[in-house]
Every structure is written in C-alpha cells, then in structure tokens.
C-alpha cells in the first residue's frame, strides 16, 4: 500500500502542483553554509547563516562607551534617491526609495527586557555591559538617535493574499544605519515598533531561528514601556490595552520582493535599474557588473536560495504564516531578496505533525499552512520575475522562466537531502523517498510531535528501536501505535543496517550534532511563546530570559529545560493557540 509514496519527496509536497523541469546546481551536503561559495546572498550572509559564535574578539576589543559606537547611512543615500518630502504623515511616494521618517520614541518608563550577547557583542562590537546604561535605553527605543543615524522609512509594494496592494512600505519600521564591524561585516540596523506597536515575539524567534542554522534576521535587544497601546489582537472588535514594546534588529539588508515590485509596477524601469545594480554591487558580489546577463543570474540565485530557504524551514517545522490588512509575511513585501527570514508576524512552529498546519487567525483558506509554503515561494517569484521583466530582453525572459520551473527540483532535492540527515541516512538508496513519506504518513495518523519524534530518533540505539523500548520517549511511543508502525521499523533499521563503517553511536552522534542542524530538542513551541509573554504582562520577564538562554542551544539537552518541560509532551490548552499579525 505504501507504493503510492514513490512519486513523493514526502507527505509535505503532495498537495504540490509543481513542474520540475530544471535543475541548477545544488551542493550535496546538508549543513547550511554549504551552497555559500558560489552563492551571492549566503556568501554575504555567512554569519547569518553560522550557527557558532566566533569569538575572535577578546574583551578589551569591544566598546564600553556608546558614544564610540556610529553608523552610517552615506552609502544609501548616496546612491538611492529619497523622498523630497518630509514629514511622518502616510501619502502615496514616487521616485524614491526611501523617506526621511523620525522614529516616535516610547514613553517611560522604559524596560530592557532581553538582549542578545551573541549580537550585542559578536556583531555590534560592544560590551554586553552597555545594555544596562540609560543611553542604550534611549538608543534602542527611538529617543535618541545614534551618532551618524538618519533614520528612514523603506518604500515598497507586495502581493498578499495573491493580489497587487499597491503601496505599503515600513510602517512601524526605521532603518537606522549600516554599521562595519571589526570582522569586515556590514549590519543594517532597524527599530522595529518604533511608534505604537503590540509586544513583539519577534526578538526570542529570529534569534532561535539563528542558532537552529536558519538564515535569518536578527535582534539585539527588546524594550518595552508601560506606554498603553489599544489593540484589537483577533480583529473581532475586542479591543485591550497593552504594553509598547520596540526591537532593534539587525539584517544584511532589508531589501525585499516588493522593493522591486513597486518600482516595476509604477513605471519607475530606470530606479529599479539603479536600484537591482546596488543590490546586486553589495549583496551578490560574485555576479560581474559589467555582465549582460547579471539581472538573470541575479534571478537565478534568489530562486535557488528561496528553495533551500523553505527547505530549512519546513525542516524545523517552521510555518512563516501571512497576516491580515496591510501586513503580511508570506508575501511579496516580507521575501527577502537575501533569502533570510526577516518580519516576524505571525509563525509557529508545529507540534503535531500536520501538513495543513495553520498558526495564523486570519488565514482561513490555508494559503500559507505549512505544507503550502513552498507553493507560496513560487507564486512570490513569479511576481518577482513579473517585476523585473522590464530589465530582460526577450530571450532572458524566456531563459528566467526556465530557471523558474527548476524551483521544484532544487526545493525537492533539498528537503530530501535534510530530511535524510534528519533520520540518519547515509549514501543513496531509491527507496529513501519511499522510507521519508511512509514515516511522515505515519507521523500524520498518530499526530506525532514533529520535533521530538526526530529528536527521539537521534537518541534512541538500534536495539531499543529493535525491541521497542520507548520508555520516556513520549513521541516515538505516539508513533508506535500506528498499525504500520512495525513495517516501517523494519525498512529504516534494514537500511541502516546497510550502512558500512557507521556505528550505532556515530548515527545517533550525527543526527543530534548542534554541528548538523537537523534535530533540535528544543523550539519555540507557541504555548512557551505565550506562557512567557502572560508572565511577561504582570512584569515577570523571567521566562523570557529563560526561553532565550535555552534557545540559544537548542541542540544541547539542559537541565532547566527539562525541568520546564520544554522537551514534555505539550499542554492541552496549546492546541487551541493562535497567533494573530500583531502577535
């Protein structure tokens, strides 16, 4: 019965109307930073992409003043034109990239709630200790500008929901600066919430996502004020009052789909020239700007590296949900041109393995469950070939749209490449698609928790599998029950069996190795999310430092996790959690 499962990759691609056609080069080993040679966005991301904190700089290196600290916006506005009108008031902009935008500071008292060291220091170059100074404060909460800042507004478009929302651009959002660190990295610097804004997720879950090995985003630090903010959280007309709450995030860029989108769209061919070549001079230095063909290959590595985006998502369990009104993630307006996950709104990461998972309250059809993602980076391409179709010659459009049907192959190849690591597989074999779908299959009729079930696996010896000795393992005993569970163990422990020179040890070594990337033991599940941020709303920030310290090894079993039961079998009530937009 389970030959049906040949034509899969696994149960997540089935719902797929993909046509593999093409195939770009793709790098054979599963590790994050494998495909960064010849690629532009990882080879400029590589720290973004580096789970291991590289501690080159001794402590005397950093900076205990922030009066030293400076960032620079001369570069952009160098070379992109800004908008000639001042003024925070919303209004349609043409011919410009950016605006001029003061950030409205939060009122006190102010609160520094949790701050990354792994940024603070390794990124920004100072000394932890800053955090604790009323200028930092001040600095990271839009009172105060930083020394070299002006700050700006980002003007870009997006499809959501599928359909052309004309203008959108930063919102809540200042871009602050570039800031050169000592290893030779630029930071593009951003306060996120910087006017009136909901307590803000964002911070625990850019940063769990970077020590997970996914390309993303990330946040030095969360403040908040006992500013009241009304918000109406489920858009059902229940309106509370919450705290004000602002993150200072970091990106290589925050150039996205819709930077591009909105200026194809309004006519504007020869900004978005001006506009592809800076992306493409400080992003993608491997394409030759004197190429004919540099938009193409420019194209051709966004498609590729989306695809192992989304891989690495779906990997994990991550589900990067799109948001109501004018805000959305999986949109146009939130892909980033980098190929990094930036604009945290609403997410999850799923507990029972369900391919229609769903952690957003607005999005009734399923566009963006998780098992549709990889659809959705499609559709997102295609808008983004769709905008730079007035920079393609004819033949070049015809070449982009070849590259584009090659997406379902490089994503497919990916998924399969880590979901194999994830369960230990050496070498080929032809029937390791069938082995991935038969055990997702499984996972789906038992409602198998996703991350443990792997993790259990990389823990468990072969014998235990053998006489099915699950005691404390909550997951694999869910499987267990499966009436099809026994021919599935029987086909994954034959195929390991034929693994020469791999030891039991070495299997369950390289399935849980934080050098790996593949089987966390621990993840941002949204009931720890939410018992952090109840504890949070009565000035208990206590589960947040918590979550933070605990998700910046998830790999690593920790004692003060397993006393919180973040590896336990999940609460009741977290089946019912949804995550709102403004969540």
Known sequence: MWSTCTALVFALVA???????????????????CHSDHNTASNSQSSSHTVKSKWTLNASSLMHDLNQFRVSCKKLLEA????????????????????KSIPTPLKGPLRLTAASKDVIEGILDLDASVTRSGDFLH??????????????????????FGYWAGQLGDGRAHFLGQYSNKKGEVWELQLKGSGKTPYSREFLCSEAMHFLG??????????VSEEPVLRDQFYNGNVKAERGAVVLRLAKSWFRIGSLEILSQSGEINLLRKLLNFVIDEHFPFINPDNPEKYLVFFSTVVNETAHLIAQWMSVGFAHAVAVLT????????????????????????????????????????????????????LNLEKLLVALIPVLTQTQQKQAKIILKGYANIYQMRVHQIFKAKLGLLGEDEDDNDLIAFLLKVMEDTESDFTMTFRELSEVSAKQLLNKNFTQMWALDDLSHHKHFSDWLNKYLFRLSRQQDDSDLDRQHRMKSKSNYVNPRYVLRNWMAESAIRKAER??????????????????TQETAEEAGYAARPPQWASRLKVSCSS
């Open 80 to 99: 992109l034109p800004i908008d000639k009108v001042d003024g925070n008031f919303v209004r349609t902009v043409k011919n410009c990239i950016f605006s």
């Open 214 to 223: 996914v390309p993303t985003s990330r946040a030095a630090s969360l403040i």
């Open 139 to 160: 600095y990271a909460s839009g009172g105060r500008l930083l020394p070299g800042s002006v700050p700006l507004a980002h003007r870009y478009g997006g499809h959501q």
């Open 327 to 378: 805000t959305g993630v999986c949109n146009t307006d939130n892909f980033s041109l980098l190929s990094i996950t930036i604009d945290y709104g609403p997410f999850g990461f799923m507990e029972s393995y369900n391919p229609n998972f769903i952690p957003n309250t607005s999005d009734d059809e399923g566009r963006y469950s998780i098992g549709a993602q990889a659809n959705v980076g499609l």
């Open 539 to 556: 000035n208990d920030f206590s589960e947040v430092e918590l979550l933070h310290h605990i998700l910046s090894s998830p790999f690593v």
């Open 15 to 33: 719902a797929s109307s993909f046509t593999p056609a093409y195939v770009l080069e793709l790098c054979q080993n599963i590790s994050p930073e």
